[in-house]
């Protein structure tokens, strides 16, 4: 049912039309995957609300949209590449851990404003995944590299990445020169300052990349190199420029994240790669190639990680992103909104 | 010119003793076997198996916990351990190897990770951090009685790994002996026909998730078996002896050797981490830290260069380098 109406609209992309019916909007947005999470995590709040109360249950919830905010927006990169380039990145965590150092550098050691060091983060970020793509991954995929070859070098780029960085920098843990004690109130629960502009900030970036792909033109040309490169050259897509756009996203969404989990926790070159599972989940979990679903699937991801603290002591929390990334590969590996693809 | 190129210098000298060579070829001998089953799984059967730093350190920490807490003999306790770590790969396995490639290889790094985690968190059964000592007691007595055969013999100085570096690679050589024999198996066959066409092998009759499952349990067994001997190598076992990177390594040397070779893996263990052992001998005014660092880049470089400009490795051959295609 669902497969047809996708099917049409792939076919009358090229033209550029998106005139499909309210009614079929409405069923491909509110499918059954989206009412069953919708339930699931409106069980697990009413059970933990039961049992704990709504104010530990809201507070927890509260602090999970912040730390999932940052989960989709380093998802919301990856997804693109993954989907549009069939490129799985495992170097991407340590996109955000060169940004997170990037802003560092910005703002501890020449004493940038914070905002200033975290454009520079991204815009700098943004050339690093611009680089490879100019160095590694374009010539890779000019000779037809298959999969496991790019899956490796993507590793072996994700370890030049964060011990280059190391070797620099050490691994001891550093600060950003940021006021993190102020705390704000909000209807009577209490967030750091700083997860809060993480948080807003986070949200209102991914939502904006999911709209612009969404509503323009320049999307409409990623779903279609998405389906399938080859055919969008023919239909005189110029697919160099979507692709660098792509990495210019993915690059720049990368660095702001680092700098946004560095805002809240601390800069280390092992903190990419220690969201990259919570990433990874985000993204299968929103179904490969969706901004929106990286962000939807980021903030549950993010509550769930939090609200579990509320059951199992909180050094176990990370592991809530393994067992969920693990549950959805087995009972829906296409996510919530990815369609079903042949395998 | 000389000027420049002095603190580039290398100091040779260690290079020509014996501690650092034996040192060298244990390590070699233990990625030797976590390779042999990343080679079965990703060389011949065609399934991206980043989980098997999980298999070692399962095999690791089972073992020293069965020797610790259970008592059991050391061997009792390394057939335990195996037994664990082939369990721990069928539950993966069955509910995973029907996913795509991709999905597979992360999930399988995801349960290596969470492995990792309970290691590090379940501290009444891991010794947390600080790991788990103490369980070598028995290993310490066999590796004298090869030492004082090997001093009747007239090899008597070449210090404390001797026993072990013999003893791994015992197991290895024994192992690429067993796996080639199997390879030219129907059994190895029909492995390779799942790698090649899984819809052709399936019209045979052949159960390809079965032939992957017993593909995953042998890469297992031999991934807890490396477990096992770093333990003894490091005589203890913490978390950190495990992280992805080891993982990663092992797919540097199964590169490095090629795919679709089980002598390739030797070959490949030996070069590496010739490589990276020497990078001790950097005679630059570095830190530690900063050498530790210099090791992992020089990884990241392999991999990214062989993958490159020779993804069939020394001894694979290009045909053979079939997956994702």
Partial sequence: ?343 | MSALLSPFAISLGGITEVGFWTGVGVLAGIYTLLALGLQINVGYTGILNFGQAGFMAIGAYAMAILVIDVGLPFLLAVAGAIAIAVAFALVIGMSSLRLRADYFSIATLAAAEAIRMVAQNASGLTGGNQGLYGFDAAWADMSQTIEDWLGGIGIGDAGGLLPLLIVVWGVALLAIVLLRHVQRSPWGRVLRAIREDEDAARALGKNALSFRLQSLAIAATLGALAGVFLALNLSFVNPQAFEPQAGFIGFAVLILGGLATYGGVAFGALIMWTLLEATRFVDLPLEDGQIASLRFILVGLLLIGLMAFRPQGVFGKREEMVLGD
Avoid: C
């Fill in chain 1, 1 to 343: 049912m669902w497969k047809e109406i996708t099917v049409v609209e792939a076919m009358s992309l090229p033209q550029g039309e998106a005139s499909s019916p309210v009614g079929r909007r409405v069923r491909r947005y509110v499918s059954r995957p989206a009412v069953v999470t919708t339930a699931l995590v409106a069980l697990t709040g009413l059970l933990l609300i039961a049992g704990h109360g709504v104010g530990d249950v809201a507070q927890t919830g509260l602090n999970g949209l912040s730390f999932g905010a940052i989960v989709a927006l380093g998802a919301v990169g990856l997804t693109l590449v993954y989907g549009i380039l069939k490129l799985v990145n495992f170097a991407h965590g340590d996109f955000l851990t060169f940004g997170a150092y990037a802003a560092f550098v910005a703002n501890v050691s020449f004493g940038l404003p914070i905002v200033v060091a975290a454009l520079l983060a991204m815009a700098l970020t943004a050339m690093l995944g611009l680089a490879f793509e100019r160095l590694m991954w374009g010539p890779m995929r000019a000779r037809g590299a298959g999969m496991l070859q790019l899956m490796l070098m993507s590793i072996g780029a994700a370890f030049v990445i964060r011990y280059t960085i190391q070797f620099f920098a050490g691994s001891d843990v550093r600060m950003l020169d940021v006021d993190r004690t102020a705390v704000v109130e909000l209807l009577g629960l209490r967030i750091g300052r700083t997860a809060l502009i993480a948080g807003v900030t986070g949200v209102v970036v991914v939502a904006g990349i999911g709209l612009l792909l969404r509503f323009t033109l320049l999307g409409k040309r990623m779903r279609a190199i998405s389906d399938s490169l080859a055919l969008a050259e023919t239909t005189g897509i110029d697919t160099r420029r979507v692709i660098f756009v792509t990495w210019l996203f993915a690059g720049a969404a990368a660095g702001l994240a680092g700098v946004l989990f560095a805002l809240t926790t601390n800069v280390k070159p092992e903190l990419g790669f220690e969201l990259l599972l919570p990433i990874f989940a985000a993204v299968i979990l929103g179904g490969v190639g969706h901004a929106f679903g990286a962000l939807v699937a980021g903030l549950l991801l993010g509550v769930a990680t939090e609200w579990s603290t509320l059951v199992i002591p909180s050094q176990w929390k990370l592991t809530i992103g393994f067992v969920i990334l693990i549950v959805v590969l087995i009972v829906r590996p296409q996510g919530i909104f990815g369609q079903a693809r042949a395998t």
